[in-house]
């Protein structure tokens, strides 16, 4: 068995290769090839899990999940990718999800997205002709 130095890897993936001398001949001799730059630890994502990888080796090619806590969505890309000692694309962001306000009978509403301190929906009820909105 032999294995690559510091920074290298054999090109066919894994850690080691194994290599035999038969009737005085080499055989199974891989090449070694230049090791990716590992990257820092993925960026935090508020409202978000993301997925980590065994012993939390962030090594090249690397590719690392985010997924939103209840209620909240994702927005952007849910994988990023670990290239070269970076990662490849901004992390996703984690926007509240409210589900649509209850209808209302001979009524509609309309909702309108304002952006305050994180994301609020504002809703407005309008009664169909000869009705009036009354709250109870």
């Known amino acids: 068995y032999y294995s690559c130095n510091v920074g290298f890897k054999p090109s066919t993936g894994g850690w080691w290769g194994e290599a035999t001398c ?16 590992p990257c820092d ?11 980590i990888p065994y ?3 962030y090594i090249d090619g690397l590719k690392v999940n985010y997924e ?3 209620s909240f969505e994702i927005e952007g ?8 000692g970076s990662w490849t694309t901004p992390p996703p962001t984690c926007k509240p999800s409210c589900p649509d306000p209850p209808s209302i009978q001979n009524g509609d509403f309309t909702k309108e ?11 407005s009820y309008q ?4 009705y009036t909105l009354s709250f109870t």
């Open 68 to 70: 939103c806590r209840k």
């Open 127 to 130: 009664c169909s002709r000869q």
């Open 22 to 37: 038969t009737e005085g001949t080499w055989s199974g001799i891989l090449e070694c090839i230049a090791q990716g730059v």
């Open 55 to 57: 012993k939390n080796k």
């Open 113 to 123: 997205l304002i952006e305050v301190e994180g994301v609020i929906t504002e809703v």
């Open 77 to 84: 890309l849910k994988k990023i990718t670990c290239e070269n």
């Open 41 to 51: 630890p993925p960026p935090k994502v508020e409202n978000a899990i993301v997925e």
